[in-house]
């Protein structure tokens, strides 16, 4: 895909998650990784809804910029999870407001922020991990995102919003969208004792769609295809 069709693609998908109220205001950012290594990325204080294609920030296999406007304060964010997730050709990251809610509770479980509610979010989204919480644009954040190993292609990171990695802009924007709806069945089923899938149902849909799941790591017998 041209680098114009790749900016157009930056645009349309920013634009469809702002409308949809999914990240308000300048928050949230977009990336994608290019052939050469280097990145195209949304420009610091930046819209979604509303962003020009000749302004996104491009920058090179050394993270510096070449072209297009000063890029998000985030790029230490997208840097170490594009390393550590080698497949990733795609990063979102927004404040979407269920994803952020829960990040905020006491009973979260740091390798698992979300327990097995549907199949879709499974397929998506995987598993999610949270981190602490960081100041935003804290080189920090790099090395909390790097000790997660590459396990995990969506993070939440604390009082903050959601970190979603894909091999495609449509892979992680479908699955950063995913990942909001079960944030927010948790909310709306918290405390009222739902029924969650199954051990063997998640072992089901890992074995028939080739998940990757970090919580199936050292299951015996388990094939990640």
């Not at 404040?95 to 979010?121: C, K």
């Not at 990942?179 to 890992?206: F, G, H, I």
């Not at 074995?207 to 050292?218: E, I, Q, R």
Request: with cysteine; net charge negative.
């Amino acid at each position: 895909m041209s680098d114009t069709r790749l900016r157009e693609e930056i645009c349309r998908y920013g634009r469809s998650l702002f409308e949809r109220g999914l990240t308000p205001g300048s928050s949230g950012n977009i990336s994608m990784r290019l052939d050469d290594g280097g990145w195209l990325v949304t420009p610091t204080n930046a819209s979604l809804g509303f962003l020009d294609p000749g302004r996104i920030s491009r920058l090179d296999a050394g993270g510096r910029l070449v072209s297009g406007d000063k890029p998000t304060k985030e790029i230490p964010l997208h840097s170490a999870l594009y390393e550590s997730r080698g497949s990733a050709r795609a990063i979102v990251h927004l404040h979407s407001t269920h994803a952020v809610a829960l990040t905020m509770l006491p009973e979260i479980d740091p390798r698992a922020a979300l327990p097995p509610m549907t199949p879709y979010y499974l397929m998506r989204a995987g598993e999610t991990a949270l981190v602490p919480y960081y100041r935003p644009g804290d080189p920090a954040v790099a090395d909390a995102i790097r000790g997660l190993a590459g396990k995990y292609s969506s993070v939440l990171l604390a009082n903050h919003g959601p970190v979603v990695a894909g091999d495609s802009l449509e892979a992680a924007v479908f699955a950063t969208e995913e990942l909001e709806e079960t944030a927010k069945l948790y909310l709306l089923l918290r405390n009222l004792n739902p029924r969650y899938l199954s051990p063997q149902q998640v072992l089901d849909l890992a074995s028939t769609f080739k998940l990757d799941l970090p919580s199936l790591d050292d299951h015996e017998g388990h094939d990640h295809g």
